[in-house]
């Protein structure tokens, strides 16, 4: 009776390592999807010129951001955050792309967003279409942008500030508000990257 | 010594008065001033740290020769995530405190910048507070 107590605690002991060992789920940062879904779409044109299919990038991780080269301050911060992840990437920065979707295609000409991003990373991607193909995208992204004034020339944009994430299976995963540690971003994309391996 | 004794209040008040004149009150400190590179034409935002007075201030208006305009703003992201730019006409500065400048809050933009802001590039910045008055200081262009 006495062994058989003792073999009892060994089997539970046992148990209880045994599941300790199991990998805990990855715990998403930002605001992630419960129930996760095929990014919408995106159909657009690169600084080059090249129509940019969100869907023909699967098998690369994507950062989006929707944002305007004329903001001074939440954007420039953003795209900083996005050059420092992809630095602490090294080699594994070919295996993300991340892209600026302008809410300003009337400013933001090609040529503006090429050089505006070329500065802080060769291999990011300038979105851009016209306010009538962009509504479709911001709707189906839950993006916010409006100009605050009629002038043609001299307006900012109150705008959605989110980073959003879709793995390498063109699921969208979470996205980031600003403010949103840029080492939590890392965590994130570090993990689909390793699951994608 | 008697002459000594006698002039001695004048002689206490004469070494205070001179004590007096020669601390200079606590003056406010701006410190880390920085500003985003930028191309021509585009905009840019300074940063920096104000290291108040005891008696605090209000921080009126900013000024510079690198723009079109030079104005004082505030970000501010609500629940939805939305960030929303505001023109300040003034900011209030807390007595020993340190307010800071920084990106997603207050910041000074300027706006049709004359020249790129380059890497490296150092130009002047001048902040205009009630008590205080004028204020320049030096901005360095910077890679966050």
């Given at each position: 009776?006495?062994?058989?107590?003792?073999?009892?605690?060994?089997?539970?002991?046992?148990?209880?390592?045994?599941?300790?060992?199991?990998a805990?789920?990855?715990?998403?940062?930002?605001?992630?999807y419960?129930?996760?879904?095929?990014?919408?779409?995106i159909?657009l044109?690169?600084t080059?010129?090249?129509?940019?299919?969100?869907?023909?990038?699967?098998?690369?991780?994507?950062?989006?951001?929707?944002?305007y080269?004329?903001?001074?301050?939440?954007?420039?911060?953003?795209?900083?955050?996005?050059?420092?992840?992809?630095?602490?990437?090294?080699?594994d920065a070919?295996?993300?792309?991340?892209?600026?979707?302008?809410?300003?295609?009337?400013?933001?000409?090609?040529?503006?967003?090429?050089?505006?991003?070329?500065r802080?990373?060769?291999?990011?991607?300038?979105?851009?279409?016209?306010?009538?193909e962009?509504?479709?995208?911001?709707?189906?992204?839950?993006?916010?942008?409006?100009k605050?004034?009629?002038?043609?020339?001299?307006?900012?944009?109150?705008?959605?500030?989110?980073?959003f994430?879709?793995?390498?299976?063109?699921?969208?995963?979470?996205?980031?508000?600003?403010?949103?540690f840029?080492?939590d971003?890392?965590?994130?994309?570090?993990?689909v990257?390793?699951?994608?391996? | 010594?008697?002459?000594?004794?006698?002039?001695?209040?004048?002689?206490?008040?004469?070494?205070?008065?001179?004590?007096?004149?020669a601390?200079?009150?606590v003056?406010?400190?701006?410190?880390?001033?920085?500003a985003?590179?930028?191309?021509?034409?585009?905009?840019?935002?300074?940063?920096?740290?104000?290291?108040?007075?005891p008696?605090?201030?209000?921080?009126?208006?900013?000024?510079?020769?690198?723009?079109?305009?030079?104005?004082?703003?505030?970000?501010?992201i609500?629940?939805?995530?939305?960030?929303?730019?505001?023109?300040?006409?003034?900011?209030?500065?807390?007595?020993?405190?340190?307010?800071?400048?920084?990106?997603?809050?207050?910041?000074?933009?300027?706006?049709?910048?004359?020249?790129?802001?380059?890497?490296?590039?150092?130009?002047?910045?001048?902040?205009?507070?009630?008590?205080?008055g004028?204020?320049?200081?030096d901005?360095?262009?910077?890679?966050?």
């Amino acid at each position: 009776m006495k062994n058989t107590q003792r073999n009892y605690f060994l089997i539970l002991l046992l148990l209880i390592l045994l599941s300790s060992c199991g990998a805990a789920p990855h715990q998403w940062h930002g605001s992630p999807y419960s129930n996760p879904k095929e990014a919408p779409e995106i159909i657009l044109f690169d600084t080059q010129g090249e129509t940019f299919r969100l869907s023909d990038q699967k098998g690369k991780v994507v950062l989006l951001f929707f944002g305007y080269t004329y903001c001074p301050d939440v954007c420039p911060a953003t795209v900083a955050e996005m050059r420092w992840v992809f630095d602490q990437l090294g080699e594994d920065a070919e295996r993300i792309i991340f892209g600026f979707v302008s809410v300003d295609p009337e400013r933001d000409t090609p040529e503006v967003l090429e050089n505006y991003l070329k500065r802080h990373n060769a291999n990011f991607y300038g979105l851009w279409g016209t306010s009538e193909e962009l509504e479709g995208i911001k709707a189906a992204y839950g993006v916010y942008a409006e100009k605050d004034s009629e002038d043609p020339e001299n307006y900012l944009i109150t705008h959605t500030a989110r980073v959003f994430l879709v793995d390498a299976e063109g699921i969208l995963r979470t996205n980031y508000s600003f403010g949103t540690f840029p080492e939590d971003i890392l965590a994130d994309v570090e993990y689909v990257l390793e699951d994608q391996e | 010594m008697r002459w000594k004794f006698k002039n001695a209040p004048i002689f206490i008040s004469l070494v205070v008065f001179l004590c007096a004149c020669a601390s200079s009150p606590v003056a406010m400190e701006i410190v880390d001033a920085w500003a985003r590179p930028a191309e021509s034409g585009a905009n840019s935002a300074a940063y920096f740290e104000i290291d108040s007075s005891p008696e605090g201030d209000t921080l009126l208006s900013a000024s510079s020769q690198i723009a079109e305009r030079t104005e004082i703003h505030r970000t501010t992201i609500d629940s939805e995530g939305k960030a929303r730019m505001e023109q300040q006409s003034r900011v209030e500065i807390p007595g020993g405190e340190i307010t800071r400048f920084a990106p997603g809050g207050y910041h000074v933009m300027f706006i049709h910048l004359h020249a790129a802001l380059l890497v490296g590039d150092i130009f002047s910045l001048t902040l205009n507070f009630e008590r205080a008055g004028e204020v320049t200081i030096d901005v360095e262009v910077q890679t966050p």
